[in-house]
């Protein structure tokens, strides 16, 4: 099956710094990239659609300036958690479909963000 | 509103004994019902998505439409099986909205 990786696995970063997390669709094109939220014993929060070549589409009450997303190719998506604050601390999952009839997600292993 | 419930949060049978996850669901327009499974330490990936009534893993789910319905079943639960289900429905842009998940916890 198609495989998404992400990286970092886990990162810790200080208050009011930045942090990049990237996706990756290894052995397909991700037309659509999603990334996700989630808190302990919570389910899967999205935060935002990303299409290749487009801005990305944010969901209620989700910071587009706090939370930048950038889809520059069809394997790649970064989120960035800009000024980050210890409430950001999270497990953040990214998924990415391709085209075609499919359309089945496919999940990255997480980034877990600890901020300090 | 559009919406997915699972009301159980955990989920705890005996080795070989029936299994039913709960979900339920509320969209005005035509859903897209998937299943998730996260075992431990693993990433989440598809269990089965509605459209294919297929059976993995022998678990099968049924799309009830009037009762809003997509149950996730196993006739014989395995060790194995222990994980978090998580109950996925797929909106027009192919946004995925997820419920709570259950875990599902199998006693030998």
């Known amino acids: 099956g198609a495989v998404v990786s992400q990286h970092p696995s886990w990162v810790i970063c200080k208050s009011g710094t930045s942090v990049k997390i990237e996706c990756r669709s290894l052995?397909?094109?991700?037309?659509?990239m999603f990334w996700y939220r989630q808190f302990p014993k919570q389910s899967l929060m999205l935060m935002a659609t990303?299409?290749?070549?487009?801005?990305?589409?944010?969901e209620q009450g989700v910071e587009k300036d706090k939370f930048l997303i950038n889809h520059a190719s069809l394997t790649l998506s970064t989120l960035t958690v800009t000024s980050a604050h210890p409430e950001d601390s999270s497990f953040y999952i990214c998924s990415a479909s391709g085209q075609g009839a499919d359309y089945e997600q496919y999940f990255g292993p997480g980034t877990r963000l600890t901020v300090t | 509103a559009q919406r997915v419930t699972q009301p159980e949060k955990l989920l705890s049978v005996f080795k070989g004994a029936p299994v039913e996850l709960k979900c339920n669901y509320s969209?005005?327009?035509?859903?897209?019902l998937f299943w998730y499974v996260q075992y431990s330490r693993q990433r989440l990936q598809l269990l089965l998505r509605?459209?294919s009534r297929e059976s993995i893993k022998g678990f099968t789910a049924d799309l009830n439409k009037g009762e809003t319905s997509f149950h996730l079943k196993k006739p014989f639960a395995q060790e194995e099986d222990s994980a978090m289900y998580y109950c996925?429905?797929?909106?027009?842009?192919?946004?995925?909205?997820f419920g709570a998940g259950t875990r599902l916890f199998v006693k030998a």
């Open positions: 509605h459209i």
């Open positions: 052995d397909f094109q991700a037309t659509t």
């Open positions: 990303s299409n290749e070549g487009s801005k990305a589409t944010y």
């Open positions: 996925a429905l797929r909106t027009g842009g192919f946004k995925t909205i």
């Open positions: 969209y005005s327009g035509s859903p897209e």
